[in-house]
């Protein structure tokens, strides 16, 4: 293969799945080259096809149409010898949990046919590039998420390959993880001038790439660098504030209103993206601010998206509540005092103090493995504490907890519902399990139907629905009942930032009518939604503030203008050192 000859090469891709008598086209006519040597983002919604294509392009697909070339041989007729040069990461990379992190990189090199005498150094490269080093013994079911993440990075790259597919390497790792993954792919690059697609759900990663790609339906909506998509929203895109109005609320507000293409709460403010290069206005806001700002991929990226789907949520009705909520009402309906978990001898949450007010958004933010998820399973009643007093809804979970349980929602980290259901039955089975009958299990059905755009759907298998629509079916599945309290455990983990948008209007909703929302999130900018966060470490409450607060605690001379995602990390990084010390 020439030097200047692209690393991939795809021409007239074409491929459908069918499932039943309904047909998806997954690829419709794609065509695209990927230069040597360089990062190349493939972004675009649920279900647009990028696991289609890294798929057909590691060889474990056949095209229905077209053609893929890697490396310069065709995948398909050639795909023993593809997959020879290149390493391929999808998104849920199979770790055996029951062996050690030195076991599975054993396994993966006999797979992988690796030299014995070439294994040891390549070994120690490895952890030391992972920071893994210090693990080697440990088993891969015990590491974190971020951890596990840099593991199945690492035993793709046993043997190094010329080309490197990741399919949303970083979806559920926390910012300290992601920035350390990023660290290892810049320095592939860099120093073994590999070449690299690379699928996210972050569109700030997006932004660090080469070039990128944008599907959308199974076609190329755009290509090109990352700046280009910005550049084309120059002029339309402002930081507005109105006096008297929260974000959440002039958010709401300004994603209604004529001639806006995006609305996101950034802080204090609300980021805008107007169709037209003129200012957003608001009727009932008359001295509404607006001041142009500079564009950002995001931000040209959700354009190119609105224009070409219709479909998003803009006026949302959550239904008559089930049980008595009064919005105004501010006591709190959660309280936790010295909440701890112990497993054998390690304590996963470790004297935990708050409490959240009705009606309020609450986050609950940390590193992987900080002991999020296990207090969310306390909380819904599903998991005892081993020391101290939880309250949910006024009840003691150690006494009332299926009392309790009736008056949530919840929304797991993982696609819990059942996938061999379709979306109809998994409806009517939650409706039923919360004691739902006759006119008012029927009009929830239709009410759920309706809201989450899943009508269509009905008849599909909950399993083979893109992950988009899944999270859709596992929130209406929540809301089945129409709870006071909502948990939410990493609801957009590999979501893309339009099913986030149009996710996040919901809760808004929901928290506007008085039910209270509590919310675990890798993504730092859907904590800006949060009236309030709590930051775990090591089982630990590091902070609890607003997100205001905590940037301003995080801001310095070289960081004037700390994101959350900054202010979180210091936390953190601080928090290593007083341990380490």
């Given amino acids: 293969m020439s030097g200047d000859a692209p690393v991939l090469e795809a021409t007239g891709l074409c491929k459908s799945f069918v499932f039943g008598k309904r047909v998806t086209v997954a690829l419709d006519a794609v065509d695209m080259r990927l230069v040597a040597g360089r990062v190349t983002g493939l972004i675009g919604p649920d279900g647009a096809g990028k696991t289609t294509l890294m798929r057909l392009a590691a060889g474990l697909l056949v095209p229905d149409a077209g053609e893929v070339r890697v490396l310069g041989r065709d995948a398909t007729a050639e795909s023993l010898a593809v997959q020879a040069e290149l390493g391929y990461m999808p998104q849920r990379f199979g770790l055996y949990e029951d062996l050690t992190v030195a076991e599975n990189l054993e396994l993966y090199a006999d797979l992988q046919g690796v030299p014995r005498a070439t294994r040891a150094a390549r070994y120690a490269e490895l952890m030391r590039m992972t920071g893994l080093a210090p693990f080697t013994r440990r088993l891969a079911g015990r590491l974190s998420g971020g951890m596990k993440q840099k593991l199945g990075l690492a035993c793709t790259l046993v043997r190094p390959p010329r080309l490197l597919l990741l399919d949303e390497p970083t979806v559920g790792v926390d910012p300290v993880s992601r920035r350390e993954l990023w660290a290892i792919i810049d320095h592939l690059v860099a120093s073994a001038g590999m070449s690299m697609l690379l699928a996210t759900a972050y569109l700030d990663e997006a932004e660090r790439c080469a070039d990128v790609v944008l599907l959308h339906e199974g076609r190329v909506l755009a290509r090109g660098a990352p700046r280009a998509l910005s550049a084309a929203v120059a002029g339309r895109v402002w930081q507005v504030s109105a006096p008297g109005m929260a974000p959440r609320e002039l958010q709401d507000a300004l994603s209604r209103a004529p001639g806006v293409a995006d609305a996101l709460v950034q802080g204090e403010h ?26 950002r991929f995001e931000d040209g990226f959700v354009d190119l998206l609105r224009q ?126 919360y004691g739902l009958h006759g006119a008012e299990r029927a009009a929830r059905i239709a009410w759920a139907e309706s809201t989450f755009d899943l009508a269509d759907s009905a008849a599909q298998l909950a399993g083979l629905l893109p992950l988009g629509y899944k999270q859709r079916l596992a929130m209406a599945c929540a809301l089945m009942h129409a709870p006071e309290i909502l948990f939410l455990d990493e609801p957009t983990s590999g979501v893309d930032p339009l099913a986030r948008r149009e996710f996040w209007l919901r809760i808004n909703a929901l928290a506007r009518r008085g039910v209270t929302v509590l919310v675990t999130t890798h993504f730092m900018e859907e904590a800006e939604y949060c009236d309030r966060v709590a930051i775990l470490a090591a089982g630990r409450l590091l902070a609890l503030d607003a997100p205001a607060a905590l940037k301003a605690r995080a801001r310095n001379a070289a960081l004037p203008e700390p994101s959350l995602e900054d202010a979180f990390i210091a936390l953190i ?9």
Avoid at 276 to 288: F, G, K, M, N
Avoid at 370 to 391: D, H, I
Avoid at 573 to 581: C, D, I, L, Y
């Fill in 573 to 581: 990084q601080a928090h290593e050192q007083r341990v380490a010390s």
């Fill in 270 to 295: 609300v980021r805008v993206v107007t169709r037209e290069a003129a200012p957003p206005t608001l009727a009932e806001s008359p001295s509404l601010r607006a001041d142009p700002v500079a564009p």
């Fill in 308 to 433: 070409a789907r219709s479909d998003l949520a803009r006026d949302i009705d959550m239904g008559p509540p089930r049980h008595a909520v009064d919005a105004d009402d501010t006591r709190a309906v959660i309280r936790v005092r010295g909440a701890r978990r112990r497993f054998g001898t390690f304590w996963a949450v470790d004297g935990v103090d708050f409490s959240i007010a009705r009606g309020e958004i609450f986050g609950l933010l940390g590193a992987n493995g900080a002991g999020k998820t296990t207090l969310f399973r306390m909380l819904c009643g599903l998991l005892p504490a081993s020391a101290g007093r939880l309250e949910v809804a006024g009840f003691d979970l150690r006494r009332a907890s299926a009392v309790a349980r009736a008056r949530i929602g919840y929304m797991s980290q993982k696609f819990s519902l059942y996938g061999n259901l379709s979306v109809a039955q998994n409806l009517a089975f939650f409706a039923a399990a």
